[in-house]
Structures are given as C-alpha cells and as structure tokens.
C-alpha cells in the first residue's frame, strides 16, 4: 500500500509543473525561483490527490525560510515517505520507501512554489512560452500556468490569502486534482 502511495504521489507532486518531453527522455521543468527573503513560514497541510479514478491521503510539513525550503511527506498514518531541502542552490532528497521512479524532486519544490511564491518573483523564471496568469475576484484568488497557449495547470485558491486559503491545484495535461487544506 505504502509503495503504492510513495510511486502515485511521486508522479503527481513531482509532475505538476513539468512539461515531460519523451522523445529526450528527460523532465523540463520550471526554474527554481529565489528562496523567500522576507518570509519564514511554516505549513502542516492535509493533501488529497485525485489520479486515474484513485484518491489518496497524505499529510505534508513544510519549512520556508530565507536560507533553505525544507518538505516532509509524510502518511497519514506518519510514517514519513520522502524529505526534500533546497538551500537556494542545490536540491536533496531522501526516500524512505524504495522508489521505482526517478523523477527530479526539483519539481516538487516547483509546485510549492507556483502556489505560494510572489506571482512576481515566478514571471521573472519563466521560459518566453509560458505564462503566468493571476485572477482575483469576490474574495478569491486564482493563478493559471501556459505552456504554447494551452492551460497546463491552474491553482484556485478560497481566500485572496494565499497563506490561509485551502487550496485546489489542476493539472490539466497530466489529470490530476491536489486539494490542499491547512492543519
């Protein structure tokens, strides 16, 4: 079950920003941005995953802070599945299950930052065809990531406080849905 969990979850943190070219067998993903100078914070946060008709649970701990991004994914029964750390400029992670998939933890950390990261600091990363699209309106907030004119995912948000808000992230290539709710 476990193993289960570790390989879906891995295939969906770890694709929500991602552009996969198969031909080249490789993940292109968006550029890690700056860490946050003027922030510290730290989330517990209930994650739901939708996948292929499949729903799962998982609690994530997260740490963001001027000099390092620290993320724990845990089960919800506690066992702790994966732990990822960005200084700013070099990426670890260390598995506690055997994986079967190599896929960049960069990408992880790149979700993390499409939801919370100032909309500003995100632009300034993007590749010229890809945009980045920001809506607000009665009280709620959403951001939209392009790729080549086509919605590659989109973040809504229950409050115009990103901080606060539960939080619904779509990947539209990939088909998949992360409903994020603080603890």
Same mark, same amino acid.
């Given at each position: 079950?476990? @193993?289960?969990?570790? &390989?879906?979850?891995?295939? %969906? ?24 100078? @003027?922030h510290?914070?730290q989330? $517990?946060?209930? &994650?739901? %995953? ?6 799962? @649970?998982? &609690?994530?701990? $997260?740490?963001?802070?001027p000099?390092e991004v ?21 990426v ?12 960049p ?13 100032? %909309?500003?600091?995100?632009?300034? +990363?993007?590749?010229?065809n890809?945009?980045l699209?920001?809506? $607000?309106? @009665?009280?709620?907030? +959403?951001? +939209? ?12 948000? $229950? ?25």
């Amino acid at each position: 079950m476990f @193993d289960r969990l570790v &390989i879906v979850l891995c295939l %969906i943190l770890f694709t929500g920003c991602t552009n996969i070219s198969l031909t080249k067998g490789k993940y292109n993903t968006l550029p890690l941005v700056p860490l946050l100078v @003027d922030h510290k914070r730290q989330l $517990s946060q209930h &994650i739901k %995953i939708d996948y292929l008709g499949e729903h799962y @649970d998982i &609690i994530a701990a $997260s740490l963001l802070s001027p000099t390092e991004v620290r993320i724990s994914i845990l089960s919800l029964e506690g066992i702790n599945l994966l732990d990822v750390s960005y200084d700013g400029h070099n990426v670890n992670v260390q598995y506690y299950l055997e994986k079967s998939i190599q896929i960049p933890p960069e990408v992880l950390l790149t979700n993390i930052q499409l939801v919370y990261w100032p %909309i500003d600091k995100l632009r300034r +990363q993007l590749p010229s065809n890809w945009t980045l699209n920001e809506l $607000s309106a @009665d009280n709620t907030y +959403q951001r +939209q990531l392009i790729i080549d004119g086509k919605v590659n995912s989109e973040v809504h948000y $229950s409050t115009a406080d990103i901080w606060s808000a539960s939080v619904q992230l779509e990947h539209m290539v990939f088909g998949y849905k992360l409903s994020i709710r603080n603890l």
